[in-house]
């Protein structure tokens, strides 16, 4: 998380994005808060290219992108959007929370946002969101980049019930005191840069001084076993680019499934971040923009080539 808060100030501008709350009536689907992200360091944006969308992971938010949308913004000349997916952000709480549920809220977003197949961009709880999108409506997207999540059934890491045990507790403790909670957090997360970022979803009350968090935990608590599953007998032959850390728990699923990788996204390559962990992107997000970058230009050329 150092790494990446570095690269934002280095990558910091004048211009901040363009943040917007969309409204919709579906029932069915809730309207997603979102940054925008054009071209600031003097390049020329390239019409033809398609759009990024960024959809953040379980307890993330769009603002966790903002260094690397504007890097890849500048870098590939294309406007990019970071998502707050339902029950983070600044986007409404809502249930159920399922990859369905969230693919869906993505989808709408997509159409009324008029945005032509864009390239869809997901890290773990993300990552299955985009996935589910692509497999369920392959037309609507033109490339996908999947960050350290496989498309499998599998159990999330122990760490997630315990950040949630954790929450709940600092709300009923009721604290008013930022030290109080981290003090407290500390004995569910000792690692100070994912407690960070646990607690950037931390507000204080205006109201009474207490500190609760912006996300829904009760929700997402009862929601861990369903973001553990994933739908099967789906095809997408889009380009896709998983991306996965050396030294992540979330890597052996590639390691002992590749043939459910195989069987639902057949135009896949793997790329594999030497000695980075489940947050990746935030570790090294020089590479992660390195990796990224190179899978869109290269597919982009061979397409161009073809046509």
Not at 2 to 25: A, D, F, K, W
Not at 99 to 117: F, H, N, P
Request: aromatic share 8%; with cysteine; glycine share 6%.
């Amino acid at each position: 998380m150092q790494m990446l808060r570095l690269v934002n100030r280095h990558l910091s501008s004048s211009c901040g994005p363009l943040s917007i709350r969309l409204y919709t009536t579906s029932n069915k689907t809730v309207p997603l808060s979102f940054a925008k992200y054009s071209p600031s360091n003097g390049t020329s944006k390239d019409r033809n290219a398609s759009s990024i969308v960024v959809c953040h992971g379980l307890f993330g938010a769009k603002r966790n992108w903002r260094a690397l949308c504007k890097a890849m913004s500048n870098q590939l000349r294309r406007d990019v959007y970071a998502l707050d997916l339902r029950n983070h952000g600044d986007s409404p709480h809502s249930v159920p929370h399922t990859y369905e549920a969230l693919a869906e809220d993505v989808s709408q977003w997509i159409t009324e946002q008029g945005i032509e197949k864009p390239i869809l961009l997901g890290h773990s709880m993300g990552g299955k969101t985009v996935m589910t999108l692509a497999l369920t409506k392959n037309d609507l997207v033109s490339k996908l980049i999947v960050v350290d999540i496989a498309p499998v059934h599998m159990t999330l890491l122990s760490e997630f019930p315990r950040y949630i045990q954790g929450m709940k507790l600092i709300e009923s403790k009721q604290l008013k005191r930022q030290t109080d909670v981290d003090q407290l957090m500390m004995e569910y997360e000792p690692e100070l840069h994912v407690r960070q970022f646990l607690l950037t979803n931390l507000k204080k009350s205006l109201d009474d001084g207490v500190y609760r968090f912006q996300v829904p935990v009760e929700t997402l608590g009862n929601s861990l076993s369903n973001l553990a599953q994933f739908i099967q007998n789906h095809r997408y032959a889009g380009p896709t680019l998983f991306i996965t850390g050396g030294a992540s728990p979330y890597r052996k699923p590639f390691l002992a499934h590749p043939e459910l990788v195989d069987q639902q996204f057949p135009n896949n390559r793997i790329t594999v971040m030497p000695g980075c962990g489940h947050w990746l992107h935030a570790e090294n997000p020089e590479l992660f923009l390195s990796v990224v970058a190179d899978f869109i230009t290269t597919t982009e050329r061979l397409e161009s080539e073809q046509h």
